[in-house]
């Protein structure tokens, strides 16, 4: 059934012209027969059929998946899918073309979606501008989409749209600073989206933004074929009045006009909450944050809040909910989007840029930095407390849930406790997202517990958890819980007079003035520092590394655990030092000021590792590849079959990450990438030695190797076509930046290696990871090893499990 689009192109930000579109109304539903979540671990019966070259086109009644069938389903007369019968399942749905052409796929409320078997995307929160190209065959093309678990009540739509340009500009998903008044509006950095249709990668497109008669062009980075990518551009707003500003955009190509926008600007005086956009460290793509700038400045360095939004809040009106503070700013980041990574990985990453940025934009007093959220943010404010004690004066969680392991969201939990070896070594990489296990890290500052008691979304419950486990042993700490106050009682619930008054009564002490340290880690990369004590190298990677001590004038005094290497800064000490380290003496006399200790059979002084070895720079995990404005490199030097799979998970993943973190990633052929091109930046290798000519360029050292037909891991050896290898391993040619293998060793094998959750906050990968095309059936024990490598990025019995 064919209509016609005005409406649609609107929203899409696309041409101004109508467009001839198709909407899926029928379609076959599968039944349950696939779990996904926080972890490493998954089953998809249906991903697995396709991966073997197994899965038949469906008829209605004909055999699904453990014992179901497939169902005919009907679109209600909004259009959209609905019913149990969609939970956990698949849809399948098809189009009849009359030729080879491009479309734009449009779905929303679902997971991914398979095209013809090329994996795409999803859009699980319904935000509805995920506007993905998809190459079309004449005749039958194949839709089989998946849905997620309780989300079928609520609806899945999905249609296509045949745009008249092969390029154009999307502004449905834009990222605008604000202009304010009184602050420099001259190179402020605004994003949107720009979609590419046709099977060439754009170069050297331009964007020219002018605002009241001033223009800046910004040259585009590469945009691969068949993709859409979000791209930055600068813009001038210093001629800017007082309302109705707006930026005129024009794409360019080798100087011709091929796309043009406006977009509305909002504009505020500096007194009033505003947003401001910068360029992120991560992957180079343009995020903002939002600001409650402090009421009546005195010139006095004022305080600092930190406040973490909840699920589906903006930053702009997170800070909104905050009156202004006659003695402090308030700094509200994006977690990358709205859901983003629930404040773990990359959105605590980006909570930490946003704390540098407002640390040199407002000068704040150092000893007056806090930290505060609700919901989500309330969990985001438990696990920033926790893994960075000693940056905050005070934390306040505000109706929210400690862990992933007892509260979810699309994504799922974390398992609280592994069943198994194999469970066990995935289930460590997710250490650090453990509150509970953190929780002694409270004690370096105030803890302020803010809970509606008649709470149905997060249930009280877990305020009263934490109360709890903060009594038995924390001096300081305060709790509230609101009477008849539900998820969201009003602004009050995060603005909260008592919170802000407790924060006024606690400062970060000076580290001469910390006497008692009580510090726990899982992962130095990510933390490793509490005033004068470090952690500097574990003992085994992601375990938990655990150092109490006292300081009482020249003697240092206590105990350790699973640490290698320890740094004690002694700069508010003179003279000889005695400490006692696990029941062993070490007397210094030193004139250095930092002080190594390492500990092999006993502890000794010794020397900072080296910056090449595991670390408070790089310590492992997969997803550390995944920082330092990571790279995707397909391969073409394998059959015709093997680069496009390699093409389409790089593209797979580029649209991950876009949807997940409001992100960017350059997408380059093999063929094209040199290192030297790329300096102190992740790289992902899609495929293997074999079949991606980039690979051995930067993995000739790796413990683990795979090629077609075979995988090694030290002397252990794998054959066959079915496995798939998920496997990290620092440059060689870089102190900051690691590599990731996404692939298989043939075909079966690296479809296998599909799915992609080590996109959700929390999940746990390991340095590596081989499994056969069985795993997709659930059977763990086709996890044939993982584990991490020893600090010198060396395989560790004592750190891996076989199968």
């Not at 001629?239 to 600007?265: C, F, T, Y």
């Not at 606690?506 to 990510?526: G, L, Q, W, Y």
């Not at 252990?716 to 496995?723: E, H, I, P, V």
Request: net charge neutral.
């Amino acid at each position: 059934m064919r209509r016609i689009f005005l409406a649609l192109s609107l929203l899409a930000g696309n041409t101004l012209f109508a467009q001839e579109g198709y909407v899926f109304k029928e379609g076959l539903t599968s039944g349950p027969c696939h779990q996904y979540g926080r972890t490493a671990l998954f089953t998809d019966q249906l991903a697995y059929a396709l991966t073997n070259g197994e899965l038949q086109a469906p008829t209605n009644g004909s055999n699904s998946f453990d014992g179901e069938k497939w169902q005919a389903v009907t679109a209600g007369d909004d259009g959209a899918f609905s019913g149990k019968a969609l939970s956990n399942g698949y849809i399948y749905v098809t189009y009849n073309a009359p030729k080879a052409k491009t479309a734009i796929l449009n779905i929303t409320g679902h997971q991914m979606v398979y095209v013809n078997g090329v994996p795409h995307a999803g859009d699980m929160y319904r935000y509805g501008w995920m506007f993905t190209p998809v190459q079309l065959k004449k005749g039958l093309n194949e839709f089989y989409i998946r849905t997620s678990r309780g989300w079928g009540r609520q609806g899945l739509r999905a249609q296509l749209t045949f745009p008249r340009q092969p390029v154009y500009i999307s502004v449905a998903d834009s990222t605008l600073p604000f202009i304010v008044h009184g602050k420099d509006n001259s190179g402020l950095w605004g994003a949107v989206v720009v979609i590419n249709t046709t099977d060439k990668s754009l170069k050297g497109l331009q964007i020219k933004a002018t605002i009241k008669g001033k223009t800046l062009t910004t040259t585009l980075p590469d945009i691969a074929p068949l993709a859409t990518r979000k791209v930055g551009f600068m813009m001038d707003a210093s001629a800017a009045a007082n309302d109705n500003n707006r930026v005129a955009l024009s794409l360019n190509s080798q100087n011709k006009v091929i796309d043009h926008k406006e977009i509305a600007l909002q504009t505020v005086n500096a007194n009033e909450h505003y947003s401001r956009t910068f360029v992120s460290g991560i992957d180079g793509s343009v995020q903002y944050y939002a600001v409650s700038p402090q009421a009546n400045p005195t010139g006095k360095a004022p305080a600092l809040f930190l406040s973490v939004h909840g699920a589906e809040v903006q930053a702009i009106n997170q800070a909104r909910a905050y009156k202004y503070k006659d003695w402090g700013v308030l700094a509200a980041p994006t977690n990358r989007r709205p859901r983003g990574f629930n404040w773990e990985d990359w959105g605590r990453l980006d909570a930490l840029e946003v704390l540098n940025i407002a640390t040199q934009e407002f000068k704040p007093d150092p000893e007056r930095i806090y930290l505060t959220g609700h919901s989500m943010g309330g969990h985001g404010t438990w696990i920033l407390g926790a893994t960075f004690p000693g940056k905050w004066a005070a934390i306040a969680p505000c109706s929210g849930y400690p862990t992933l392991m007892g509260y979810g969201s699309a994504d799922g939990l974390i398992p609280d406790s592994p069943k198994n070896n194999t469970e066990e070594i995935l289930l460590r990489a997710s250490n650090p997202s453990n509150t509970f296990k953190l929780a002694h890290n409270y004690q370096a500052g105030g803890v302020y517990i803010l809970h509606g008691d008649s709470d149905r979304v997060v249930s009280v419950n877990y305020a009263r958890q934490m109360k709890k486990i903060l009594a038995d042993f924390h001096p300081d700490f305060s709790y509230y819980e609101y009477p008849g106050g539900e998820h969201w009682y009003g602004d009050t619930c995060v603005d909260w007079g008592p919170l802000f008054s407790y924060f006024k009564w606690h400062t970060i002490p000076a580290d001469s003035s910390v006497k008692v340290v009580d510090f726990t880690t899982a992962n130095t990369a990510i933390s490793s520092k509490y005033h004068w004590v470090q952690v500097l190298q574990q003992q085994h990677a992601l375990e938990y590394s655990r150092v109490q001590l006292r300081r009482v004038g020249n003697h240092i005094s206590g105990t350790t655990s699973n640490i290698a290497v320890l740094a004690l800064d002694l700069k508010d000490l003179s003279g000889a030092v005695e400490i006692e380290l696990d029941g062993q003496t070490i007397n210094y006399t030193g004139r250095e000021k930092m002080l190594y200790l390492q500990h092999g059979a006993e502890w000794s002084i010794g020397k900072a590792p080296a910056e090449t070895d595991k670390g408070i720079v790089r310590n492992g995990t997969l997803k550390e590849a995944f920082n330092h404005r990571m790279v995707f490199v397909y391969g073409t030097a394998g059959t015709p079959a093997e680069n496009a799979w390699s093409l389409n998970k790089a593209r797979y993943d580029a649209e991950t990450w876009y949807y997940r973190g409001n992100g960017a990633v350059d997408i380059i052929a093999d063929k094209d990438f040199k290192a030297g091109d790329y300096i102190d930046r992740g790289v992902i290798i899609y495929g293997n030695a074999t079949t991606n000519k980039a690979y051995d360029l930067l993995l000739k050292n790796s413990p683990v190797q795979m090629s077609n037909g075979k995988i090694t891991v030290g002397e252990k050896t794998y054959t066959g076509d079915t496995l798939a290898g998920y496997f990290m391993y620092p440059r060689v040619d870089s102190k900051v930046a690691a590599v990731a293998v996404i692939g298989g060793t043939g075909l079966k094998g690296m479809k296998a290696a599909e799915a992609n959750q080590y996109f959700a906050g929390g999940s746990g990968f390991p340095d590596y990871m081989i499994f056969s095309a069985g795993l997709l059936k659930g059977k763990e024990t086709e996890v044939k090893t993982a584990g991490f490598y020893d600090n010198e990025w060396k395989l560790s019995a004592k750190d891996e499990i076989t199968n």
